[in-house]
């Protein structure tokens, strides 16, 4: 098998969104990110937000099987 992308879902809170949450999908990220990078980069986007607080993320990695 080969790495073909990954990608991460942050979910951020915030008493503005409809629901309460907003979900956002970043795509082609590192293969293996470590639990600081994930936070680290959820840090990045609280600074960038207007008073969101980090809930929680998913990070999907998809790996290509060849039929060779």
Do not use: C
């Not at 990608?7 to 990110?33: C, E, H, L, Q």
């Not at 008073?51 to 099987?65: F, R």
């Amino acid at each position: 098998m080969s790495w073909k992308k990954t990608s991460i879902t942050i979910v951020m809170g915030n008493d503005k969104y409809p629901k309460g949450t907003r979900t956002a999908t970043f795509n082609n990220i590192v293969p293996d990110p470590t639990e600081k990078q994930i936070k680290s980069f959820a840090e990045g986007l609280q600074l960038l937000s207007d008073g969101d607080t980090y809930l929680g993320s998913e990070v999907i990695k998809h790996d290509q099987l060849s039929a060779e």
